[in-house]
């Protein structure tokens, strides 16, 4: 019998994928520590199982409206998770040249793929044309121009949507409100329809439609309610004038549950499309990140040192905020489980998570609940399948984070570590300083600094 091992109760995003079975983590039929022994920590695991049924709940209650799910790659770009989605028919949002050869690459349609994000270069917009893309959302009126040569350069027309700010504040974190007056992104309300009709007056271009993202991590539904709602008037006030919509991107953003939050309500959000927008007869697309890939994945960790500090006991983990970017920048707090599922017949401490990076925002928390740690043990930040891996970094000079998916009884590494000597392949000192480079390497000094080790 599997017990549950995190918030079990949220709405349209149940984890029976994740808990205890013989008091030992298991993510599906896997036992974590049993990741851990094939792959040295830290390694970001994920279920595909958990995949599946996040997308599936969202489409069922999207249902009968007939709206197109484009995930939003920059979530997780890793291309066993986008190949995932892509054949349960899910097309992709992609926000450079990168991401659009990664969902590509996961052999998902460019019919299906569209292009947003707020400063595309010359060569990405013609790339995406070259593959037909679906769409390319475009934010400025100098960015509708630049798109517009691109075409006219390469004899082809191409499909684009106005994103729209609408001066919504989506009640999240100010890192990531994308929506209010301040903000870089979308073109202010109201200049849309007048540089809507420029750009349909422009031959190379096939002006299709509008799209808004108001931010992430949204939990409260009503700005939602606004931005869509605000979007449904400015499509009437711009069909009064004979500019056709046929298209409404609606963006990403919805949040998921954390701790024992229960988290957004998918029913209420499907509720909120329909009410506001459904009537337009719009072709309709929503691009979630973290909501189809977020609770599937976690981050798995040795702690390597206990210290007693003044405050009480901190565990300094093998994972650091090059891995686990999110609690640094957003102050964002992760779950935690222990893999060894913890004794709750006994007290236990308290423990400040911090990681092995020279700065002092490498801090994860503090989090009691764990059972009494040792070094060796080996633990699990939940919730980390989204903006995890896809922000990872090699600061330090520390390894890429390697991933893992599971999938019923079985695993597999979908990225490698990317170690020190991969690095090292692509840097080279200026020539003038070669000379100084041969001393050393006669001295060994740089072959050894070049030798991989295990951190
Ligand atoms: N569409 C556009 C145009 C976006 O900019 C984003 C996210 C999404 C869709 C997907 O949003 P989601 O459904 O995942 O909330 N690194 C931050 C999140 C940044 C989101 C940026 N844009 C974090 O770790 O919380």
Known sequence: MTKSAGGANEKGNNRHWLGYRAGGLHVEDVPLSAVA???????????ANAIRSAYKSLASALGPSDISICFA?????NIAVLGLLSELGCGMDIVSGGELERALAANVPASRII????????????????????????????EISAVAGVARALGKRAPVALRVNPDVDAKTHAKITTATKESKFGIPIGEVADLYAEAKAMPELEVVGLAVHIGSQIQDMSPFRRAFST????????????????????????????????????????????????????????????????????????????????DGCTAILDVGMN??????????????????????????PSYTLVGPICESSDKFGAYDGL?????????????????????????????????????????RTIRSRQDIRAMLRLEQAGTWQLPALKEREASGIVQRAARPGRR
């Open 73 to 77: 790659v920059k979530a997780n770009s």
């Open 323 to 348: 891995d686990l970017m999110r609690p640094a920048l957003y102050d964002a707090r992760h779950p935690v489980l222990a893999l060894h599922e913890p004794r709750t017949d006994q007290a236990a």
């Open 231 to 310: 979007m449904a008037d400015l499509v009437t006030f711009m069909r009064e004038r004979g500019l056709g919509v046929p298209r409404l991107d609606l963006g990403g953003g919805i949040g998921i549950a954390s701790e024992d939050d229960a988290g957004p309500d998918i029913a209420e959000y499907a509720m909120i499309i329909a009410e506001t927008v459904s009537h337009l007869g719009c072709e309709i697309s929503v691009e979630p990140g973290r909501w189809l890939v977020g609770r599937a994945g976690l981050l798995v960790t040795e702690l390597l040192y206990l210290k007693g500090m003044q």
């Open 115 to 142: 292009f947003s994000g707020v400063g595309k270069t010359r060569a990405e917009i013609a790339r995406a044309l070259e593959v037909g893309i679906h769409q390319i959302n475009v934010e400025s009126a100098a």
């Open 37 to 47: 022994t094939a792959v040295p920590t830290p390694f970001y695991c994920y279920s």
């Open 371 to 411: 059972g009494e740690l040792r070094e060796g043990d080996l633990l699990a930040f939940d919730c980390a399948g989204a903006y995890g891996a896809s922000m990872a970094s090699t600061y330090n000079s520390r390894d890429l984070v390697a991933e893992v998916l599971v999938e019923g009884g079985r695993f």
